[in-house]
């Protein structure tokens, strides 16, 4: 099949598309296209290789292009060091030299641990994104931010490298979970809150069919999701400026994810809760008013997403985590907050008192 959409991220001498579109698994030539030399890995996971590694396999078998495979065990817990090693391991031991492309096949954590690993084997090597969930087709695998966890927080280990490609096949969203539909959703709303009210309200009027998976409107949603993440990559590649937007209730919601346990909550649920936080902190300030907080909740509601902080979590504990964000600057935290429906700004300059009741009422 060919793409419904072609997107460029412009990076000069690093840009790369992003396809959109249904059934791209069925087109070699997609993925082969962007293959460098004639060899190949393959990384994916023990819930995703079942379903589509086949079709990655069939593409590379028909270019005559040599391929080995990982896969890593499926979830959040395995986006470690350890994961990145395996694939080392495969790329080591089967003779792969600096011509070989990695091809990453799955969500997020593969995508990540997957970049990772092209960006420090032999000093950097050719990768290929294949997002299989609606999270990182619309997020993790579009800008280069690759990486793996560490117990003390989240994404700390990590380095900006860019692939060749995104294949982002909508007909892998049909085997997704629909916890994993929602929170992959919560980055689509995330969109329209930092960078575009009127996406925001089409969410409004359409998140039902949505969550009923439409493939022409998840289709339209990841466009302009992948749109705006391109626009914003392409001005700020290394996150030295307006990129940190796409940090939306992520200071929050890294917290949770750790303070609960990597997997426990996945990614868009955190995130989620932290854009309330983060609607709420800003609302507190008198930045937005109550009604934008108000539509934020119902909509990640409507989307069937948590919007309350755990219960055990304390104040101290949230504090505690994330005090080592990747935002802190000299010992403050920065966060990303709302000055408006579609105007996210990041700032250090917010009242501690309010950020504690934000904290203790959320």
Same mark, same amino acid.
């Given at each position: ?41 393959? #990384?994916?996971?023990? &819930?995703?290789?079942?379903?589509? +590694?086949?079709?990655? /396999?069939? *593409?590379?078998?028909? !270019? @005559? ?7 890593l065990e499926d979830g959040e817990a ?87 490609? #995104?294949?982002?096949? &909508?007909?892998?969203?049909?085997? +997704?979970?629909?916890? /994993?539909? *929602?929170?992959?959703? !919560? @980055? ?68 949770i994810e750790s303070a609960m346990g ?36 119902? +909509? ?63």
């Amino acid at each position: 099949m060919k793409p419904l959409h072609t997107l460029n991220v412009d990076l000069a001498d690093r840009s790369y598309p992003i396809y959109i579109g249904h059934h791209l698994l069925d087109n070699p030539a997609l993925i082969n296209d962007h293959i460098q030399g004639s060899s190949a890995v393959i #990384v994916s996971n023990t &819930t995703v290789a079942p379903l589509y +590694l086949d079709k990655v /396999e069939n *593409s590379l078998q028909s !270019a @005559e292009i040599r391929f080995d495979t990982v896969i890593l065990e499926d979830g959040e817990a395995y986006k470690t060091l350890r994961s990145v090693e395996q694939i080392i391991d495969t790329l080591i031991s089967q003779r792969h030299d600096r011509k070989t492309t990695l091809i990453a096949l799955g969500g997020g954590v593969v995508g990540d641990i997957t970049g990772f690993a092209a960006a420090i084997y032999q000093r950097g090597i050719n990768f290929i994104q294949i997002p299989t969930t609606l999270l990182s087709q619309v997020d993790s695998s579009v800008g280069g931010k690759t990486g793996v966890n560490h117990p003390a927080g989240k994404n700390m280990i990590g380095a900006f490298y860019q692939p060749q490609c #995104v294949i982002a096949d &909508t007909a892998t969203l049909q085997t +997704l979970p629909d916890r /994993e539909l *929602s929170a992959g959703m !919560a @980055e689509v709303i995330k969109y329209g809150l930092i960078h575009d009210a009127d996406f925001f309200a089409w969410l409004e009027h359409n998140i039902d069919a949505l969550m009923q998976r439409d493939i022409a409107l998840l289709s339209e949603a990841i466009l302009i999701s992948c749109r705006t993440k391109a626009e914003i990559v392409a001005i700020d590649e290394k996150e030295s400026g307006i990129r940190a937007i796409l940090n939306l209730g992520h200071t929050f919601g890294h917290a949770i994810e750790s303070a609960m346990g990597y997997g426990n909550w996945l990614h868009g649920e955190a995130v989620a809760t932290g854009m309330v936080m983060a609607a709420d902190l800003s609302q507190r300030h008198g930045w937005i008013p109550l009604d934008i907080k108000q539509r934020s909740v119902a +909509l990640l509601q409507k989307a069937r997403l948590p919007v309350q902080s755990p219960e055990k979590m304390t104040v101290e504990q949230y504090m505690d985590i994330m005090a080592i964000d990747k935002k802190v600057d000299r010992g403050v935290i920065k966060f990303v907050l709302l000055k408006a429906l579609g105007e996210a700004i990041v700032t250090s300059d917010y009242d501690p008192s309010k950020l504690k009741q934000t904290l203790t009422n959320c």
